[in-house]
């Protein structure tokens, strides 16, 4: 877990419809056309996954898609969080190794 | 959309400023258009908008040039252009583009292909830049003004280049305090950028609208100075920070450590060619313009025949370039299906932008010295987890080349296909900055999509 769940957050006036999904288990409350990785993040949840060889935290790098340190696994399959928006009910889990 | 191959006489890739100002332009002209974008709204990196039903706090304001982002974006809403957004256009032959679509395969097939994606971060390694926490500026500026989320506390925006402050701007917008802003360009080198500025309006005005917010705010740009490492046990903590030489050497005896829990880091841009590669299109490598760019002639054709390229992807240059690089390609493009001939203002516009921006770009020159930043033990490509040591280890037994350095150590083999640590490996390898840079190799898919895509496209 992160000790940064009070520093994250949103701003601003969100009057979006409230969707929750898991996260390792966990209940996360998200809106309706989050990522995965800024319903995280913004939950305090910036790592996302464990690099291939030393096992080391990773999160966002570039948060458009590119970088793919955001990797986690979506109902079993490895997607960038990203760019997959939530759906209700979705079980996240974090990613291992970007194998191909 | 249900079918999987459609046609339209012009085919265009992005939806920023040189995208739109391209599309608007051709249906004008009568022209059949589809633009694909990733993207979920047009706008591009640019004119993000928040999404439906979110809105920012009283008080915060845009910059000067984003009344020229919704003229732009108004007018692409009300032309006769298709746009289909959350498309990946991830193959590309002339007249032919395939793209992943709500996880179907379908293809456009276009007279003419006009490629504007625009452009990425650099990324220049050091130490702890894989840390949680720590990300490009470009991804706080998403976060921000894509997805309204606060990035953190305490923030250190870092590296090099004008986007430095749209960082700034939106992380005080989000209500993030700015502990650091540093600009690793010496405030000597800032001086050569000012005719550029002075001598263009629009430039001015942006950029006295940026100070102006700094100003206000209390947050100070730091010239010559960067980021040495950063810091923490799963979550980034601190950075040291010191003053750097006007090559970007750090300066001994400079260091600071403050405590921060966001850093955006991001040194200049680099332009997205890959599709130009595929194509065919010949590069050249241009450092002030961000490093390999495609080359175009005077009305925006590359050097395949039907494929034409606006905005960032010919070198970075901002907003102003691509859009007037978009409407010159639109009128080229439109003259090349037998409408009429290009218009001098067009070309003489496009040009004059390139000329401000180029000038500008000029005191953002990359600093050799910020390639030693990374020790032995840093982490120079993410996918594979490869340390400079490896790195340096490989081009010294497999040679020099980008292709040798990836043989020699898996750098770059990994799923992002090198677009983070390219920019920068031979540099780091060879530790040598000035070294020649090989182009990129590029393979289908060039953006990542399903299996399933690849073995089911039309065509
Ligand atoms: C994160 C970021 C933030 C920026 N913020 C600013 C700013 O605040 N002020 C400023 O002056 N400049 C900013 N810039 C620079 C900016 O890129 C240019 O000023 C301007 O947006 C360039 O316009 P463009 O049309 O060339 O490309 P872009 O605006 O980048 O548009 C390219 C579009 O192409 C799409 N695309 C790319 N590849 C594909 C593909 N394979 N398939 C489908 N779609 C694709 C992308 O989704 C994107 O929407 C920013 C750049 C980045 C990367
Ligand atoms: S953060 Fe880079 S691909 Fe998701």
Not at chain 2, 135 to 161: D, E, I, Y
Not at chain 2, 190 to 210: D, F, T
Not at chain 2, 270 to 298: F, M, N, Q, T, Y
Request: glycine share 12%; aromatic share 4%; hydrophobic share 40%.
């Amino acid at each position: 877990m992160s000790d940064n769940r009070s520093s994250m957050g949103r701003f601003g006036s969100d009057e979006r419809e409230a969707v929750t999904f898991s996260f390792d288990g966990q209940e996360i409350a998200a809106r309706n056309g989050d990522t995965v990785a800024m319903a995280l993040w913004a939950v305090g949840e910036a790592t996302l996954r464990r690099s291939s060889r030393e096992g080391r935290p990773r999160g966002v790098l570039c948060n458009m898609g590119i970088c793919y340190e955001c990797l986690v696994l979506v109902d079993g399959v490895a997607v960038r969080a990203c760019t997959t928006v939530v759906r209700a009910g979705m079980k996240v889990e974090r990613g291992g190794t970007p194998g191909e | 959309m249900s079918e999987r191959v459609r046609q339209a006489q012009v085919g265009i890739v992005g939806g920023g400023p040189a995208g739109m100002a391209a599309a608007s332009a051709l249906a004008a002209r009568g022209r059949s258009v589809v633009v694909l974008d990733e993207g979920q709204r047009a706008g591009g990196q640019i004119f993000r908008q928040l999404p439906p039903g979110v809105a920012p706090p009283a008080g915060v304001s845009e910059p000067p040039s984003h009344d020229h982002g919704h003229e732009l974006i108004d007018a692409f809403e009300g032309a006769q252009v298709e746009l289909v957004s959350g498309a990946t256009v991830w193959d590309s032959k002339p007249g032919r583009l395939w793209f992943e679509h709500a996880g179907e395969s379908h293809l456009l097939e276009c007279e003419r292909i006009l490629l504007a994606p625009g452009a990425m971060d650099r990324c220049i390694p050091f130490p702890g830049w894989t840390l949680p926490g720590v990300t490009t500026a470009g991804a706080l500026q998403v976060m921000v003004r894509g997805f309204g989320v606060k990035p953190g506390r305490r923030a250190l925006v870092v590296g090099s280049g004008p986007l430095l402050l749209p960082t700034v701007t939106a992380l005080l917008a989000a209500g993030v305090e700015v502990v650091a802003a540093l600009e690793a360009s010496s405030r000597w080198n800032a001086l050569r950028a000012l005719p550029g500025v002075i001598g263009n309006g629009a430039r001015l005005r942006e950029a006295m609208w940026y100070m102006k917010q700094l100003v206000r705010a209390g947050v100070k740009l730091r010239w010559g100075w960067t980021v040495l490492r950063c810091e923490g046990d799963r979550h980034v903590e601190r950075a040291v920070i010191a003053k750097v030489d006007g090559q970007g050497r750090p300066r001994l005896g400079t260091e600071r450590t403050i405590e921060v829990d966001v850093v955006g880091a991001g040194f200049g841009l680099v332009p997205a060619i890959e599709l130009g590669l595929l194509l065919g299109c010949d590069s050249r490598h241009l450092a002030a313009r961000g490093g390999h760019c495609l080359v175009v002639d005077e009305q925006q054709r590359t050097t395949i025949d039907g494929v034409f390229a606006a905005g960032e992807i010919g070198g970075i240059g901002g907003a102003e370039v691509a859009s007037a690089e978009g409407a010159l390609a639109a009128a080229a493009i439109d003259h090349s299906l037998g409408g009429p001939a290009v218009s001098e203002p067009l070309v003489k516009q496009a040009r004059a932008e390139r000329r401000a921006s180029d000038a500008m770009l000029r005191a953002f020159a990359p600093l050799p010295g910020l390639y030693q930043l990374a020790n032995d033990d840093t982490i120079v490509c993410r996918c594979e987890d490869v340390p400079l040591s490896e790195a340096r280890a490989a081009a010294e037994l497999h040679g020099r080349s980008s292709r040798a350095i990836k043989v020699g150590c898996r750098a770059g083999m990994g799923p992002c296909q090198a677009r983070i640590c390219g920019p920068s490996l031979q540099q780091l390898a060879t530790a040598d900055p000035a070294c020649e840079m090989d182009v990129p190799v590029v393979r289908v898919p060039v953006k990542p999509v399903r299996a399933s895509t690849i073995v089911n496209a039309p065509g």
